[in-house]
């Protein structure tokens, strides 16, 4: 009965802790000012760089040369070793 007990409080402190730190940090968000605008402003630059730049300047070379994977894999092994051999 004991060792059950001590689950049970174990469980609710690291509840407690998982707890404190989302108020913590939800507080801390809400009285921002300025942060706000700063982290909205990260969070587009992030999306421009990771997916309008990823679909206009980034195409899938590898799905428009090979059709199967075993070919992708082929060249992709042979520029890996080509260029190592090249710095050597």
Do not use: C
Not at 57 to 86: C, G, H, M, W
């Amino acid at each position: 009965m004991k060792n059950s007990i001590t689950n049970i409080e174990k469980k609710n402190n690291g509840l407690k802790i998982v707890d404190s730190i989302y108020t913590f940090y939800r507080d801390g968000f809400r009285g921002m000012v300025l942060g706000k605008k700063l982290w909205a402003i990260i969070l587009i630059k992030l999306l421009v760089m990771f997916v309008i730049l990823k679909l206009f300047f980034f195409p899938n070379y590898l799905n428009t040369k090979f059709a199967t994977d075993e070919e992708k894999a082929s060249y992709v092994l042979e520029q890996i070793t080509r260029s190592a051999l090249k710095t050597n």
